[in-house]
């Protein structure tokens, strides 16, 4: 039976519903994860701020260290380290906005290293990451720009050299596109059933249902029950 020593745990559209609440089956199952495993560490890995990842952690009860800002901070016992600044992302954003009408997303106020922003049209967005060298990824729920090197692949990477797991050691769950990048460098990954199609196709599981209890039935099936 593998051991798995690092769970990487995507918030919005995996821990969450459709409306954004966390599920409660969800919460429940966690905690019960945490308690059958004792020895493993269950990081949270997302798009959003410390701020809101740091009340997310207290409901949940679970979190033994944050990756915020899509790789960008990370908060691990109670020490924040900055990776990367925000300086070029906003350029690029001001440029979007000037070219489309992109919209801030109101969490930008408390972003460090990254700015997300809303746009209800396409875009293709190939000639901001080569003018300003950033990446430009959609969680679903908002759309973020990134330093070149930022990404949830490099806060996984961060991640499993932290605690010192290797890949067949992690398994990663998310839902969205800026997930590619953390379920493609470990070693395990299940996604739930509203998961976009690149990320099932990319999934060593993909479960039959959604949101919350998508991710229970992932834990499932990877024997953290």
Not at 17 to 27: F, G, K, P, Q, T
Not at 110 to 131: A, C, G, P, Q
Not at 138 to 160: P, R, T, V
Request: proline share 2%; net charge negative; hydrophobic share 40%.
């Amino acid at each position: 039976m593998v051991m798995y020593r690092l769970l990487l745990l995507d918030i919005d559209g995996t821990i969450t519903e459709n409306d954004l609440s966390v599920s409660l089956h969800a919460l429940e199952t966690l905690r019960m994860v945490k308690k059958k495993n004792p020895s493993l560490k269950i990081c949270l890995v997302s798009g959003n701020v410390l701020p809101v990842m740091m009340g997310i952690r207290n409901i949940l009860g679970v979190g033994d260290s944050l990756m915020a800002e899509n790789g960008g901070i990370l908060l691990h016992e109670e020490k924040i380290t900055k990776f990367f600044d925000r300086e070029i992302p906003w350029k690029a954003f001001e440029k979007i906005r000037i070219d489309h009408g992109a919209r801030e997303f109101i969490t930008n106020r408390w972003r460090e290293t990254s700015i997300s922003f809303i746009l209800d049209k396409t875009v293709d967005y190939t000639e901001y990451h080569d003018m300003f060298n950033v990446r430009i990824e959609d969680s679903g729920y908002a759309k973020h720009i990134l330093n070149m090197e930022q990404g949830k692949g490099f806060a996984a990477k961060k991640l499993m050299e932290l605690y010192n797991c290797d890949p067949m050691e992690t398994i990663s769950c998310g839902d969205g596109e800026n997930d590619i990048g953390m379920i493609k460098i470990t070693g395990h990954s299940g996604v739930p059933n509203n998961s976009i199609d690149l990320l099932k196709e990319n999934a060593e599981y993909v479960s039959d249902h959604s949101y919350g209890n998508g991710l229970v039935d992932i834990f499932r099936h990877f024997s953290l029950l």
